[in-house]
């Protein structure tokens, strides 16, 4: 599966809405070979960086309000030095944030949410590739005119109508989520499908086509499951279980589940600050179901865990 150590016998065919089942791979239909080719060819490199190994994007809210650190990192000098110690321990990316999209979450002006970022935006980008999250066209702009390379947006570039062609006019590549609607505060409410598993991989094919035709090439695009995100915990569980599904896009697939809600009502832990190992072992489990970036909290621990288990995957310490 994407020319990693993964591989596969069988395959679950599913065409417009119909469930064919699981067939043998010599057994599917020969006008499934495009399919099989999306599946198993290594995806891009995403924003210039390999899908050799799972990427670790490491997660820096500059809000009062974060569910995960309760705006530890709202003062601009203390998420600069925190962005350092991540960058030191191993992380690949920056995500930066000045909106909180916790389920139920406000919404934040855009003008207070470019005040939020930009100085944290131009200081970390000196020194790593930086991905900006939010869902505004002119925050986007603000922050990639800052040296941030990346945007991650949480709606897949469904809020902002100006977003789709700011982003076709320029070559950032884009981070897509699904959630069930444009806004934080009612997604929960919109928690309900027949199958998530499938609904979750044709809306971002779906949105991956579209975007496509409308400028945005597929090799700018990473996809996102939007673990937490109008989900409950066994959708949550469903689409980890089946994130080889998603590889069927083309893209990159970003697992970002670190510290939330999920992870602490299967393990009995209520601050969500205290959910490191239930991270690591989410973590651990998208990384083996093919997830190339692993969007996090705590940057040392998950490097440290990925390489303990690529070792012992691969019999060795190279």
């Not at 998420?79 to 990316?93: C, P, R």
Request: charged share 20%; hydrophobic share 50%.
């Amino acid at each position: 599966m994407q020319g990693g150590d993964l591989a596969f016998s069988l395959a679950r065919l599913v065409e417009n809405g119909r469930d064919l089942g699981i067939l043998p791979i010599a057994a599917l239909p020969e006008d499934w070979g495009d399919e099989i080719e999306a599946v198993t060819a290594r995806p891009l490199p995403f924003a210039g960086l390999a899908t050799t190994r799972p990427l670790v994007m490491g997660i820096l809210n500059i809000t009062p309000d974060s569910f995960s650190d309760g705006g530890r990192h709202f003062d601009p000098g203390v998420a600069i030095a925190a962005g350092h110690v991540m960058l030191e321990a191993g992380a690949d990316i920056l995500d930066i944030g000045g909106e909180s999209t916790r389920p139920g979450a406000e919404p934040v002006a855009v003008d207070d949410e470019i005040a939020r970022v930009l100085p944290v935006v131009r200081e970390l980008a000196k020194a790593a590739p930086v991905s900006i999250d939010t869902r505004h066209a002119a925050t986007m702009q603000a922050a990639l005119e800052a040296g941030a390379e990346i945007i991650n947006d949480v709606t897949a570039l469904r809020h902002d109508p100006a977003a789709v062609d700011f982003l076709a006019r320029n070559q950032a590549p884009v981070v897509l989520m699904h959630m069930p609607g444009t806004d934080p505060r009612d997604m929960q409410a919109k928690a309900d499908y027949a199958d998530v598993v499938l609904e979750v991989a044709r809306f971002l094919r779906d949105r991956v086509a579209t975007l496509e035709a409308l400028g945005i090439a597929r090799g700018r695009i990473a996809i996102d499951p939007g673990i937490g995100f109008g989900k409950t915990m066994a959708h949550n569980l469903a689409l980890i279980e089946a994130l080889p599904i998603l590889a069927g896009i083309g893209c990159p697939i970003l697992l970002g589940a670190s510290r939330k809600r999920f992870i602490g009502t299967l393990s009995g832990v209520d601050q969500a600050e205290d959910r490191l190992a239930g991270s690591l072992a989410v973590a651990l489990a998208g990384a083996a179901r093919g997830a190339a970036i692993l969007r996090v909290h705590d940057v040392a621990e998950t490097i440290q865990a990925l390489a303990v288990w690529q070792a012992c995957a691969h019999g060795s310490a190279g």
